[in-house]
């Protein structure tokens, strides 16, 4: 079992930055890939971004590309995703992501966070 727990959402102006983090409980940490995935109002959780177990690998989806960074600190059991140059349309609930199988989208998610809202205004 993991417990997931997101912080550092709040409301920012568009063009600024914000960095959430992802607090796991337990000591498999290591052994999950990890993935950052948001809500928007009216719209289906969508995948934004995932990590495998070591940090070597990434992806993330389009709109986010060269804007955000996903990254992970084992030793802290925590996933980070640094977001610049946020833009309104990126206003959603945040949620981070557990899974075994890479990558992490949706439907191999295995434990979800409880989310934290990001809103960016214009």
């Known amino acids: 079992q993991v417990q997931l727990v997101e912080s550092g959402g709040g409301l920012v102006q568009a063009g600024g930055s914000l960095r959430l983090s992802c607090a796991a409980s337990?000591?498999?940490?290591?052994?999950?890939?990890m993935g950052w995935f948001r809500r928007a109002p009216g719209k289906e959780r969508d995948f934004v971004a995932t990590i495998t177990r070591s940090g070597d690998m990434t992806r993330y989806t389009d709109s986010v590309k060269g804007r955000f960074t996903i990254s992970r600190d084992n030793a802290k059991n925590t996933v980070y995703l640094q977001m610049n140059s946020l833009k309104p349309e990126d206003t959603a609930v945040y949620y981070c992501?557990?899974?075994?199988?890479?990558?992490?989208?949706?439907?191999?998610?295995?434990?979800w966070g409880q989310g934290t809202q990001v809103t960016v205004s214009s």
């Open positions: 337990g000591r498999t940490f290591s052994s999950y890939h």
């Open positions: 992501a557990a899974g075994s199988n890479w990558p992490v989208t949706r439907s191999r998610v295995q434990y």
